[in-house]
């Protein structure tokens, strides 16, 4: 009687643990092909329909690739949105993700009140853009903003269409700078210090020693940092919705696609097209950086 109670429950933990790699497996699937792939593939399809969100699918009307032709050509504020998404990628990765570079590299030498710089520079992160931009706000307003009382000036930095998108560009770069800082200062922290002390045995100076050994050891780091800052600069939304709904020179693909989707004129169709259009332009940066990681990993 035992041994068969042993052999059963041996056979239901064996079921057990062939079930549950299973279960792990199947049910993030789902959860990503549910919410992300299938709405994804509905996007793609409804890029090449006219459909205005109002009644059933069945008036649904397909016009071919006449949402695209117009995006690229007839829709005025496309190429500028374009523009200014890739000014918003350059200025996080020239500018800010090498500030963050140098705020890890000072911290990490220990420097008196650290462990307070850490934490002021890295606020921002935990904050939405939402309440960055409203922070922000009072430095760039044009009556009381504190950059104005400083040099003694009236511009309307949120306001004007010739500046607002550099002033967009700083408020967010003061967020992504402090995340840059902690991943950049964690990587430090685990490195071996025998590379230093070998770097300085044979004569290398701390920028030598930083370009040659310790950030090129630090590839995964570098990697994950290249990745956050195209997805910050692809994704932005939130800060040029907040300044003014991504009008009046704050227009990106982001804002474009919500304005047509879900503003007065409900858009389904071309703003489905215009979705498309950045999905396929992240594709780009997403396949630039598998090729370089799977390269790394044949190294």
């Known amino acids: ?115 307070f710089y850490q934490t002021s520079f890295y606020l921002p992160v935990v904050l939405s853009a939402a309440l960055i931009g409203f922070i922000w706000q009072l430095m760039y307003s044009r009556d009381q903003g504190l950059l104005n009382m400083l040099f003694g000036t009236q511009i309307d930095w949120y306001g004007d269409p010739n500046i607002n998108i550099w002033a967009a560009i700083v408020a967010t770069g003061w967020r992504h700078t402090g995340y840059v800082m902690l991943l950049y200062l964690a990587g430090l922290k685990g490195i071996d210090p025998a590379l230093r002390e070998a770097a300085q045995m044979d004569g290398a100076n701390q920028f030598k020693t930083y370009v040659r050994i310790i950030f090129p050891v630090m590839r995964p780091i570098n990697i994950i940092v290249m990745t956050i800052t195209f997805i910050e600069g692809l994704r932005a939304f939130d800060l040029p919705w907040v300044i003014n709904r991504g009008r009046n020179g704050l227009e990106l693909i982001s804002t474009l696609v919500t304005s047509n989707v879900a503003g007065e004129a409900s858009r389904i169709g071309f703003g489905s097209a215009l979705a498309t259009l950045m999905l396929i332009l992240s594709s780009i940066f997403i396949i630039f950086q598998l090729r370089v990681v799977m390269k790394g990993e044949d190294r």
Do not use: C
Request: a neutral charge.
């Open 1 to 115: 009687m035992t041994s068969q109670t042993t052999t059963a429950s041996r056979q239901q933990t064996s079921a057990m643990d062939k079930a549950t790699p299973v279960l792990m497996g199947l049910i993030p699937t789902l959860v990503v092909v549910g919410l992300i792939w299938i709405p994804a593939l509905f996007t793609v399809i409804l890029s090449f329909t006219s459909w205005d969100g109002v009644g059933a699918l069945s008036g649904i009307e397909f016009i071919g690739g006449r949402n695209y032709v117009e995006a690229t050509t007839v829709y005025p504020t496309f190429w500028p949105a374009i523009g200014h998404n890739v000014l918003w990628l350059v200025g996080l990765f020239v500018v800010f993700t090498p500030l963050g570079m140098f705020l890890a590299v000072l911290l990490d030498k220990e420097i008196r009140g650290s462990r």
